[in-house]
């Protein structure tokens, strides 16, 4: 009697399961990617793949993919927000962490409201385009993949149609740029009412800003010390011209010198992130926290909030990096994992998708819960695995953890597709 009650179960959460499948594959969208989008991933992905510096490709992938997304953000560059840095010469910086990022880069913190997009403005751009810049590289790899958005719960959904029965990786994508460099002009020495030079940082506006030239300032180690150099970045011409960061980087990666140089202070930063070490490179990357030491007159947290404001806070963490995220990404997993099981039509698959895996936090939160397999009890008193039937199908918790610096797979096909090698 029990074996009649399992089969007629299994044939039911089997039967769900398959329908499940059949409506989200149903529901797909394109991954919608403009032009100049396109153009650019494949700018990027020629370069990674001209092995011509000294460190790994994935490394340089996810270098690529931080420009990508930087220029996004760099199209809503606007007229305010902008800090006035006089040491040296004059110049006025448009940061995306809580400093001048110039001074930083020689041990002082200069505080100076970041124009960080929100999380929730990070968190669309970075999905959709690393979407469309992982498609693209499975593309040249020659790899039959489909890739499409999905539906609430699922973010992307990989479909191997070259075997039967197909394979469907479902994926929740938790993602985030590492660093995004600030942005500069050339300005006048600053006066004030009584003549005087402006020797002290200063938030101001750039009202010409259309049609300025703009540079990208880029650290550049040189002799043991990081050092600003500076690289034309074109101009904004009007506040409809969402594609000007778009032209700009392709005409700057004409010089493989600065995609070179790039992908070494990239490396460095990572690295220090990874590590914890303050090195200047770390206090642009984000999620990287108070400074240290803390400046005297570094500033109380605005709101009511007691402690003092971060160079960058934890809520920006790089990749999947965030404590948040790595919480409900398990839940998602657990939740599609669940849901498309058992399934007859599919060889079906479940994970997540990253820039960067979870470097700081992985050990921590995801180190006891890869190697996880589970089934399902359809009586509901087993207590031993010898009183499930003895061909009871047992799942992966995940079947892969994807990032494109590091990839940790239960599952010989995501191995394979997501080598990023």
Request: net charge negative.
């Amino acid at each position: 009697m029990f074996a009649i009650l399992e089969i007629a179960a299994l044939m039911s959460e089997t039967n769900f399961a398959d329908q499940w499948l059949d409506q989200a594959l149903k529901t797909v969208q394109p991954v919608r990617t403009a032009p100049h989008e396109i153009e650019l991933i494949r700018r990027l992905l020629d370069l990674a793949a001209v092995d011509e510096t000294q460190f790994g490709r994935r490394e340089i992938l996810a270098a690529a993919f931080d420009l990508l997304i930087s220029v996004e953000y760099y199209s809503t560059l606007g007229h305010v927000g902008w800090v006035y840095c006089p040491i040296n010469s004059s110049a006025l910086f448009y940061p995306y962490t809580n400093v001048c990022p110039r001074c930083v880069l020689e041990g002082r913190f200069e505080y100076h409201k970041a124009n960080k997009p929100t999380s929730g403005i990070i968190g669309a751009a970075t999905s959709r385009l690393l979407i469309a810049f992982i498609q693209e590289y499975l593309t040249r790899q020659g790899k039959p993949i489909q890739v499409s958005r999905g539906a609430e719960p699922v973010d992307v959904i990989f479909v191997d149609a070259s075997v039967n029965p197909p394979i469907l990786f479902f994926a929740e994508i938790k993602a985030a740029p590492l660093t995004t460099l600030p942005l500069m002009v050339e300005s006048q020495l600053m006066f004030n009412d009584e003549g005087q030079p402006i020797i002290a940082h200063k938030t101001t506006d750039h009202p010409t800003l259309y049609g300025s030239p703009i540079r990208l300032p880029l650290p550049v180690e040189w002799q043991g010390h990081w050092l600003i150099q500076e690289f034309d970045f074109g101009q904004k011409e009007a506040a409809h011209d969402k594609q000007w960061a778009y032209r700009s980087l392709l005409k700057l990666l004409e010089d493989k010198e600065f995609f070179r140089k790039y992908c070494h202070f990239w490396r460095h930063a990572f690295s220090s992130y990874a590590q914890r070490q303050t090195t200047p490179t770390y206090w642009l990357t984000n999620g990287c926290g108070q400074p240290i030491p803390r400046p005297a007159e570094w500033p109380t947290r605005s709101g009511g909030s007691t402690g003092y404001e971060t160079v960058s806070d934890a809520k920006t963490s790089v990749g999947m990096d965030r404590t948040d995220d790595i919480k409900k990404a398990i839940y998602q997993v657990l939740k599609l994992g669940t849901t498309g099981r058992p399934s007859h039509k599919y060889h079906y698959k479940v994970g997540v998708i990253s820039n960067i895996h979870a470097v700081r936090h992985f050990q921590e939160y995801l180190t006891p819960l890869k190697d996880i397999v589970w089934t399902r009890d359809l009586i509901g008193n087993v207590s031993s695995i010898s009183q499930l039937p003895p061909d009871t199908q047992v799942f992966n918790l995940f079947d892969g953890i994807v990032a494109l610096t590091e990839t940790i797979a239960r599952d010989t096909w995501i191995q394979k597709v997501f080598d990023f090698e």
